[in-house]
Nanobody, 126 residues
Framework: QVQLVESGGGLVQAGGSLRLSCAAS????????MGWFRQAPGEEREFVAV????????YYADSVKGRFTISRDNAKNTVYLQMNSLKPEDTAVYYC???????????????????WGQGTQVTVSS
């Protein structure tokens, strides 16, 4: 089992930055792929970024590529999402997700992840 708690959301002006954190509990954290998804009102939950347990640069949705950076610290059981050059369309509830068997061709699918946080609100004003 992995339990996830997000933090770092808030209100920011367009062009600003935020860093989201996701603290995980559970002995198997380091073996999980960690992802960030977001959901705007009336919309489906959508993939933002993922990083595998081996680290590396991660994978990103086209809408955030070049602006967002995902990273993880296995020693702290924490994954981060650095969000720069924020736009009003980035406004959503952001969710952290974990999965031990996330396929490298299916990482964008909600169904690939077994554990989810409660979400943190990000609001970008124009």
């Amino acid at each position: 089992q992995v339990q996830l708690v997000e933090s770092g959301g808030g209100l920011v002006q367009a062009g600003g930055s935020l860093r989201l954190s996701c603290a995980a509990s559970g002995r198997t954290f380091s073996r999980n792929a960690m992802g960030w998804f977001r959901q705007a009102p009336g919309e489906e939950r959508e993939f933002v970024a993922v990083i595998y347990w081996t680290g590396g640069s991660g994978y990103y949705a086209d809408s955030v590529k070049g602006r967002f950076t995902i990273s993880r610290d296995n020693a702290k059981n924490t994954v981060y999402l650095q969000m720069n050059s924020l736009k009003p369309e980035d406004t959503a509830v952001y969710y952290c997700a974990a999965g031990p068997r996330v396929g490298q061709t299916r990482y964008y699918q909600v169904s690939e992840y077994d554990f989810w946080g409660q979400g943190t609100q990000v609001t970008v004003s124009s």
